[in-house]
């Protein structure tokens, strides 16, 4: 849709006005123009002339940032080559709706740098493994959230990367974009309610255990700085949790393992009584119903 400055200015100006039907109507127009009016919404913040005249900008800049970041979600759930860092971009743009890509990424190109300087092309898949628990770890320090009350600075990209303090999803998640930029393919796996990675070698698995274990080489558990456990602990585990009814097992994609940070998310502002980005999460997780 089309408008001049002009005409955006006056709609701007309207919103002092104190009738409601006044500013229900402006509000609806400008609703109606779309993102491409939020920078000049948000100039206007600076110059607004009253405080009820603040919040009235806030309301509308609030609502269209709302149905920028929903638009986007749609985009990223509907793309064939999404990328699981552009989710996670997207679940922090929750809490801190100015996070920008650039920074992120030159973060995580750090650590990535790191390892890579370490790695050679005769290691091993498990020597890899150790190379990434060394700087993740020990070298960058990051480590788990020791509390029963999980906070909302574990899951969002910028915080966790000042911080190094993340939960066992947000540094899974970490450690898995690592992982895929050195092209070591792990995988993602629920087993007994405990979130782990997987490196898949049918071969090499069935040499080293047998054929009676699965086609996994190794899991890693991440919760635990990147330990590193065999099928056979792993059956171990299964066995155990099996007794008590609490088995589940599953392969985890790129939109479950963002739609396990929003729950979490959602679970906190519940929590914390913060109603605004409640909402926004339900909406979120609305979109990914079925993943």
């Not at 929750?94 to 030159?106: F, L, M, R």
């Not at 300087?117 to 770890?137: D, R």
């Not at 949790?241 to 502002?269: A, F």
């Amino acid at each position: 849709m089309t408008f001049s400055v002009s005409t955006l200015d006056a709609l701007i100006s309207l919103l002092d006005d104190q009738d409601e039907q006044v500013f229900g109507s402006v509000k609806e127009k400008l609703i109606s123009l779309g993102s491409v009016v939020l920078p000049k919404l948000e100039e206007s913040l600076l110059t607004a002339n009253s405080i009820e005249h603040v919040k009235k900008l806030e309301e509308i800049i609030s609502y269209l940032k709302k149905e920028v970041l929903l638009d986007r979600m749609k985009d990223w759930i509907s793309a064939d080559n999404r990328s699981l860092l552009d989710g996670w971009l997207l679940v922090s743009s929750v809490h801190h709706p100015n996070i920008t890509k650039e920074k992120i990424e030159n973060s995580i190109q750090k650590i990535y740098r790191e390892v890579w300087l370490e790695v050679t092309e005769s290691m091993t898949s498990l020597e890899k493994v150790a190379v990434i628990n060394h700087i993740l770890f020990k070298i960058n320090g990051f480590d788990i959230l020791n509390s029963d009350n999980p906070s909302v600075e574990s899951i969002i990209l910028d915080k966790l990367l000042f911080s190094k303090i993340g939960n066992v999803y947000s540094l899974t998640i970490l450690y898995l974009i690592i992982a895929r930029n050195l092209h070591l393919d792990l995988l993602p796996i629920m087993l007994a309610n405990k979130l782990l990675l997987v490196y898949e070698d049918n071969l090499a698995a069935s040499l080293a255990f047998g054929n009676s274990t699965d086609k996994y080489l190794f899991y890693i558990n991440v919760a635990h700085r990147g330990s590193v456990i065999s099928p056979k602990e792993v059956q171990f585990l299964y066995d155990k949790s099996q007794k008590y009814g609490k088995v589940v097992t599953r392969i985890e994609t790129d939109l479950s393992l963002i739609k396990k940070l929003l729950n979490l998310m959602y679970l906190i502002y519940t929590n914390e009584g913060e109603q605004e980005k409640l909402l926004l999460t339900e909406d979120l997780l609305a979109l990914l119903e079925g993943y």
